[in-house]
């Protein structure tokens, strides 16, 4: 196994490494990465334990206080990953428990599909024990009974690295029963998705990991109130879990520290950056780091291209300019320029690159992936594509662009059931917006109409 | 109650609804899809989007789909605000993308809900200039027609298939803007709800496949509101008639029977009002081996008074498949002591005892609706689905309205389905089942017993004394037997409002003493709770009511010549008791009148037959399961476009032809003249009389119209027969007039309505106009008068009753079935495709004990031949047969099986 991922890494395609060298990862400043090797092998259970592992769930079974964990959480304020940057903690603090409720399932989010992302698949793939041990953090905080690896199907490398990593675990004493002799019961089971982008959506995911539809579901009830089959549940991106271990060892204050005065987020990202640019892959740095320092990072633009604009969170976001490269890149401030943080992985377009046809392209897949349930999603989403075909092929009307418009607001949050189609329409709103003319390009002369009806 | 405000105007509504529902039940129209009274919400249309306010001060507000926001109180909306408006169009343009657009040679155009939305929305120009998507559709077998293309994707279908009606071969398959909604693979839908699709849809996806075999637009038929004929539960129906045939049968909402939902039987088999080989004439028979021949109403009025005239001693036998007024007119003719009920002995027996149980067991009878409100049911030796259709589907609510409790236990409102399906995943209220057989609700039972009768009466005996001390012990009860008993009483105790259901398919007076034991013990233990009894036919309670002797002492009085002339009302003797029995008493009357809408083989037998309606020409009274007596009313007049004809309702008949005999000019009588003459002669159906209004019922001076505003082609639809066009025919029996004059609105509040219709609602959705609040009670109130009160008191226990003990013989064991079990809709074609083959049901050790397996063809009393279906569990000593099979063949009769080999089938 180790010569396939050594033979994936190494080539040319493989965007998923890390760029910084082990010298640079500090445990205190790099919560995520610094038991990484350079040699990008697996940090397996035996070393894992050797760098400090395990040892916040150590911590938190002694002290065995669910409340104190949410609130911690709560405090230094980790925003989700996958997206969203919702509070965990507060997501913790709002599952139902005690009483008569009964005991749920903590799911982690693995189903990393957003386009230009792969910050979930280095995790999974070289530190699989900081994924579970934020796991068993998160299923203590919330009571929960059991848990769930909802992980993409395509993720085959890291799918045999978390089978292995969790019956090391289980043989370690670190899932089943009485974990750490604690008397705390916990385990989790790996599902593989079947490949479809919206079991991203957390309660299209529980919807899926049942075996129904990966239909999203109305909220409230949330999952915290009635998730999987019908209990409690919390949905976790790998991410946001594998920041929980730090916390709980080092304290909110540490964590908030993490990120200086660049941000009010606390904490440390795993920030990365695709396209046309010299050196593409991942960083741990500080939230709040700005595009600039990761486009630098990554050695510029690839042969002195000149950028034209960037996503900076995944094909979801909205399009930045090279000016706002400037900002901070952390949840308020690019919510502020019409984006959104997204996922934190910016994708790069140059000036040759036809904002028509990647629009056209993000908006095949956004069509392609939607799961039919609601009308302006289901049905609005490919006429948005067929537009845009027709605009790439010179054969737009006038009024297109008006149309695209319309689509677009009218998949405003609230509109739509879900988050789905505003993802799919914030990047072409802001094309729209920002590269009105390329689109104009499209439209033909007017037809001529002998007389008017 | 919840104040609301709606474009600026205050109203009071129901805060446990939604803003959909709310805005709804007060008249406002908003545009919606996927919300369905009887289903709830799931927010997966947009269609229904306003602007909502956060309060009085917020001026921007946002938009919300009004299906997913409750009702509350100072909840503020704006339907009329001009982006929610915007958004809604936006919508249905996006719905009309890969629609076809083929609304003129569509089944639903004119009464499409599509269509309706499409127009209120204001969508009315194409901007989407490129290609459509194109679907392959399936068969789904002689009920349902399918058409892809015309799919909005609005899930109604499966959630009313599998969510709300317990199928399982209806399916979502693909996704984003390919959703496709069918089977895995071609075939006969399986639920016997299925017909239902062709109403939940809100296009023309899923059809009558009866009705498009001879087609008429919803504008083009008259309609009357109708009692469905096919069993005991008293389902309104709304019969469309043209060119003298009913074309369709659609729901006609009822708060409390049968709301949205018609079984498959009932849609389906109305066929053999259509028939051509009815008796559309009265006919003479000269001798027994003579051809029948036409004659003339007089004549044969004549003839058959003459006859009467001479006869010694003339039976009466009547029908519990005909109305309260015909069989009241036939005892009237022939003397209430020679009046026999037209039903076998044992089963009268059942029936009497349903009705005094019904009084005095000490649990009232809930309507169908208030059965859903229960939360603890059990089941004595009834196969709800089979027997009673529609009831079964309020059974099933029962048991999944356990998901509301457990949503109000968060906060989750009772109209949001999806949650609530998540939420209750497989958790039901407790449902327990004693019935031999597998049955339709199996998936959402606790436990089915499988038992035979004894077995079963000695469950519900054990269960009452588990609950009640008092009731008495069963003898030698088994350790199983009393682990079921406690854990059915116990699960019965422990609800707010237990049920027991039981009826007369096993024709066994133990079983139903039982179950009237375990009403009476619940009722003693001050338990709120009901008890529902089915009963096999269109009017059997009605009948009972009414009273009489058996069939047997009819058959035996003739046989015996003691009576010499016989009078039969619409019934086949020959399916009641064995052939036999049947011809010595025919045989020995010398003059044998029927009257039948159908070619029976009694009909066969006559000397005179008369010919009668069916339900779709006549009018009268049928008594349901509940007691509820409600009217049905002629749909059309079978002498306008077939004036050769002479079809008079049985009542009329008998009228006449007591009037001839008694040599007295026959008056004018009516429907009113019937009912209260049948009424005035019973006090126990002295209620009979207000179950509708009488024909003097007038709204704004105005009759009410049988036929839709745009009904077209009166002047000409009868010219192949004559140029000039005959005046409409003149209804003296009711308010409803044969015509589009008349009243048709929904302004004012009526009980009887032929079919919903109102300004920009077409489709079945229109009956929301008409009632008090969506999914609520008709605003003139639902229709009919309950007969049947229960008497305050327990009155006593009866004695558990023992077994006849184990016989050398196999009994007859006849399981009701819905497709084929009921004598007149199994002569609808659709019901006849949809019949299933017939097989005997044997235990597999009585099966070894025959020497026979599974697939091994046998014959039943040396005549009728059937496979072996070896079923576990299935009590030893028994031989299930399907209802209907063998005429005459009586349930606990001993059967002789004989194995056919394979050199002779």
Not at chain 1, 413 to 438: I, V, Y
Request: aromatic share 8%; hydrophobic share 35%.
């Amino acid at each position: 196994m180790s010569h396939s991922i050594a033979r994936q890494r190494d080539s040319v395609r493989y965007r998923s490494r890390l760029m910084q060298p082990e010298a640079e990862r500090r445990p205190d400043t790099h919560p995520l990465t610094w038991r990484l090797r350079d040699d990008g092998g697996v940090v397996w259970l035996e070393e894992y334990l050797r760098k400090d592992g395990y040892q916040s769930v150590r911590k938190a079974l002694a002290e065995s206080d669910p409340q104190a964990i949410i609130s911690t959480m709560k405090d230094a304020n980790v925003g989700g990953r996958g997206g969203g940057g919702f509070s965990a903690g507060l997501k913790w603090s709002l599952t139902l428990q005690g009483g008569d409720i009964p005991r749920g399932y903590l799911i982690c989010n693995a189903d990393e599909m957003e386009p230009g992302t792969f910050k979930d698949r280095l995790l999974m793939e070289q530190q699989p024990h900081l994924v579970i041990e934020g796991m068993i953090l998160a299923a203590l905080a919330n009571n929960s009974f059991y848990g769930y690896i909802f992980l993409r199907g395509e993720y085959v490398t890291a799918a045999r690295v978390l089978s292995r990593a969790l019956d090391e675990a289980r043989a370690g004493g670190w899932l089943g029963r009485d974990i750490d002799g604690s008397s705390f019961d916990f385990d989790i089971a790996l599902h593989t998705g079947a490949g479809r982008y919206i079991c991203g959506e957390e309660t299209a995911l529980i919807n899926s990991l049942e075996g129904k539809r990966a239909n999203p579901r109305a909220k409230p009830p949330f999952p915290g109130q009635s998730g999987a089959w019908g209990k409690p549940s919390v949905v976790n991106n790998v991410e946001t879990l594998c920041n929980a271990p730090g916390v709980i060892l080092n304290g909110a204050e540490w964590y908030q520290g993490l990120s200086g005065d660049r941000t009010d987020d606390g904490g440390s990202k795993l920030y990365g950056i695709s396209g046309l640019v010299e050196n593409p892959g991942l960083w741990e740095l500080p939230m709040g780091t700005t595009g600039a320092e990761i486009l630098d990072r990554a050695g510029g633009m690839r042969n002195g291209r000149q950028l034209k604009a960037w996503l900076p969170g995944g094909a979801s976001t909205g399009f930045l300019l090279p000016q706002h490269l400037e900002l901070a890149l952390d949840f308020d401030t690019v919510g502020k320029e019409g984006s959104r943080l997204g996922t934190g992985l910016m994708t790069m377009v140059t000036q040759e690159q036809s904002m028509v046809a990647l629009v056209r392209n993000l908006e095949e897949f956004f069509a392609r992936e939607s799961c039919g349930w609601c009308t302006p999603c289901r049905d609005g989403l490919p006429w948005t594509v067929r537009v845009l075909r027709a605009l790439a092929l010179g054969q737009g009307e006038i009024g297109d662009i008006e149309l695209l418009e319309k689509l677009a607001a009218d998949c405003g949050p609230a509109q739509t059931f879900c988050a789905h189609a505003p993802g799919a329409a914030m990047p072409l709103q802001t094309a729209l917006r920002h590269f009105r003319s390329e689109f104009a390009q499209g439209i033909s002369e007017p037809r001529i109409k002998a007389e008017e009806g | 109650m919840a104040t609301i405000h709606v474009d600026g105007q205050s109203y009071q509504v129901n805060g446990a609804h939604n803003l959909l529902q709310a805005c709804l039940s007060l008249g406002l129209d908003i545009p919606y899809f996927c919300w369905h009274p009887a289903m709830g919400s799931v927010g997966a249309c947009r269609q229904c989007a306003v602007r909502q306010y956060k309060d009085k001060n917020d001026d921007k507000g946002m938009l919300v789909m009004s299906c997913m926001a409750p009702a509350a109180d100072q909840t503020r909306i704006d339907i009329e605000d001009e982006e929610a408006k915007a958004f809604r169009a936006s919508v249905v343009e996006w719905l009309m993308i890969n629609h076809p657009h083929d609304c003129p040679v569509c089944e639903e155009g004119g009464h499409c809900h599509l269509q309706d939305m499409t127009v209120m929305t204001g969508h009315d120009r194409r901007r989407y200039r490129f290609g459509k998507r194109t679907r392959r559709n399936q068969f789904l077998g002689p009920f349902i027609g399918h058409e892809m293309n015309r799919c909005i994707t609005c899930y109604r279908c499966v959630r009313f298939y599998n969510d709300y009606a317990g199928g399982s071969d209806l399916g979502t398959f693909g996704s984003k803007d390919n959703v496709y909604f069918g089977r895995y693979q071609e075939g006969t839908l399986e639920s016997p709800f299925a017909g239902n699709l062709t109403e939940v849809c809100p296009t023309g996806v899923f059809t009558d496949q009866s009705h498009s075999d001879h087609y008429a637009r919803k504008w083009d038929m008259q309609f009357a509101p109708g009692i469905c004929h096919q069993c005991s539960m008293g389902c309104n129906i709304s019969p469309g008639e043209r060119y003298g045939d009913i074309r369709r049968i659609e729901n006609r909402y009822h708060g409390e029977v049968n709301s949205y939902f018609l079984c498959d039987r009932g849609r389906f088999g109305y066929g053999y009002v259509n028939r051509s080989d009815r008796p559309r004439l009265p006919e003479r028979r000269e001798g027994p081996d003579s051809e029948p021949v036409s004659i003339g109403v007089a004549d044969v009025l004549a003839q058959a008074s003459d006859a009467l005239r001479h006869a010694r001693r003339v039976i009466g036998i009547g029908s519990p498949r005909a109305s309260l007024e015909s069989n009241h007119q036939l005892q009237a003719l022939v003397g209430e002591s020679n009046f026999s009920t037209g039903i076998e002995a044992r089963e009268q027996a059942c029936l009497e005892l349903m009705i005094q149980l019904q009084r005095h067991a000490g649990l009232p009878t809930p309507t169908p609706r208030g059965i859903e409100n229960h939360d603890a049911v059990f089941v004595l030796g009834e196969d709800p689905v089979q027997s009673a259709g529609r009831l079964g589907l309020n059974l099933r609510q029962a048991a999944l309205s356990r998901c509301k409790a457990l949503g109000g236990t968060i906060g989750i409102p009772e109209w949001n389905a999806e949650a609530l399906k998540t939420l209750a995943q497989d958790r039901y209220y407790p449902l327990f089942i004693a019935w031999p057989a597998p049955t339709d609700l199996d998936d959402v039972a606790e436990a089915r017993y499988a038992m035979d009768p004894d077995g079963i009466a000695r469950l519900g005996f054990a269960v009452a004394h588990a609950i009640d001390p008092a009731a008495p012990a069963v003898e030698g009860l088994a350790s199983a037997e009393d682990q079921a008993a406690r854990r059915i009483a116990s699960a019965l105790m422990a609800a707010e409002q237990p049920l027991v259901v039981s009826g007369g398919s096993l024709v066994s007076e133990a079983v139903l003493e039982a179950a009237g034991s375990v009403a009476r013990a619940l009722s003693r233990r001050a338990k709120k709770g009901g008890l529902v009894l089915i009963r096999r036919e269109a009017n059997s309670t009605g009948l009972s009511l009414l009273g009489g002797q058996p069939l047997d002492w009819a058959l035996g009085e003739l046989a015996r010549g003691n009576a010499d002339a016989v009078v039969v009302l619409e019934n086949d003797l020959y399916q009641r008791l064995p052939a036999g029995r049947v011809d010595a008493a025919l045989s020995r009357a010398e003059i044998r009148i029927v009257l039948d809408h159908q070619r029976t083989a009694t009909a066969e037998r006559a000397n005179f037959l008369l010919s009668a309606a069916s339900f779709a020409e006549s009018g009268g009274t049928l008594v349901n399961l509940e007691g509820r007596a409600q009217r049905f009313f002629q749909v059309y007049d079978p002498g306008y476009m077939r004036p050769e004809t002479r079809i008079h309702e049985s009542w009329r008949w008998l009228y006449v032809l007591g009037a001839t005999l008694r040599g007295e000019t026959a008056g004018d009588i009516n429907l009113d003249t019937v009912v209260h003459a049948c009424a005035g002669a019973h006090p126990a159906l002295a209620g009979m009389v207000d179950a509708a209004p009488d024909s003097n019922y007038r709204i704004d001076g105005q009759k009410l119209a049988r036929e839709p505003h745009r009904y077209s082609g009166r002047t000409s639809m009868r010219a192949n027969q004559n140029v000039s066009e005959p005046r409409v025919p003149q209804d003296p029996d009711s308010a409803f007039a044969h015509s589009m004059e008349g009243y048709s609105g929904y302004q004012q509040p009526r009980q009887q309505v032929p079919f919903a219709w109102a300004p920009g609602w077409n489709s079945p959705q229109a009956w929301n106009k008409f009632t008090d609040e969506v999914g609520g009670h008709v605003r003139g109130g639902d229709p009919g008068a309950c007969l049947i009160h229960p008497v305050p008191g327990q009155g006593s226990y009866s004695q558990p009753v023992q077994g006849a003990g184990d016989t050398d013989t196999l009994r007859a064991l006849i399981l009701p079935r819905l497709f084929g079990g009921e004598e007149t809709s199994a002569r609808a074609t659709p019901i006849q495709q949809r019949t299933e083959l017939p097989c005997i049901t044997l235990s597999p050790e009585d099966a070894l004990g025959l020497a026979v397996k599974h697939g091994n063809v046998v014959t039943v009393n040396e005549v009728t031949r059937l496979p072996v279906y070896e079923q576990e569990s299935w009590p030893n000593g028994w031989a299930g047969l399907p209802a209907g099979l063998i005429a005459g063949l009586l349930p606990g009769e001993s059967l002789t099986l004989r194995k056919v080999e394979e050199g002779q089938r």
